[in-house]
């Protein structure tokens, strides 16, 4: 353990040297003898574009082994590569380390698997199963499960459509996203599972495009893509309903 410790502390060395050739070299070196905390890193740096030149294939190759030995932040790390890049990364072991991390209380494990029951990607099509994962994830620690189950709930795709149902998720969140904000912006726009009223949706929509603009700021492009045009378009929906031009 002492002799992990004192490798780590070297290539940190490097790094802070700047000297990411040789950086690169021990990490490598150190992944293949076995060391995971090497691997996660090695893996950052392709996933990263440090030094090396950006390669999601080979990040998922060294958290997978990371992974396969039992570390916990690899497998997120690797079941997170298959959610952004499912047409790339493998999908062998994503339902085994979800599991695995499900079992480990990690509430962002319980949102991930649980989005797989819900679409029947993976696993069987089950919405009971995914709010049952979205309500462990909340009950972890990640508020986002209100958002999740309130989308059940508004789309009615997999459960009986239940307008009243899918804003007292909504609203249960403090720190809701910005897609969440819009279908609040529609429900005081339409009256649909509350009382209509325009200036409260004008309210959410502009939360929503106030979220948008942030992100757009700090977000790498590549890694995090946004729809540019959706927003415009709220933004000049929000412009029509201040004109009051939307029925």
Known sequence: MEETRDVMDLIDEFRKNGDYEKEYELLLEEAMNGNTKAMVRLANMYFYNQ????????????????????????????????????????????????????????ASACISLGDLYERGVLVEQSALKAIELYEKAIEYGDTFGYELIGDIYFKGEYVEQDYKKAFEYYTKNPSRNLDTDIRIGKMYEKGLGVTQDIRKAIEYYRSAVETYENDVERLDPELYPVDHEHYEEVREHIKALERGQCE
Do not use: W
């Open 51 to 106: 030094y090396v030149q950006r390669d999601f294939l080979k990040a998922y190759k060294y958290y997978n082994m990371a992974a396969q030995l039992g570390d916990f932040d690899a497998m997120f790390r690797a079941t997170n590569l298959y959610f952004m890049y499912p047409d790339i990364i493998p999908s062998d072991n994503v339902v085994k380390y979800l599991l695995e991390l499900v079992d480990n209380e990690n």
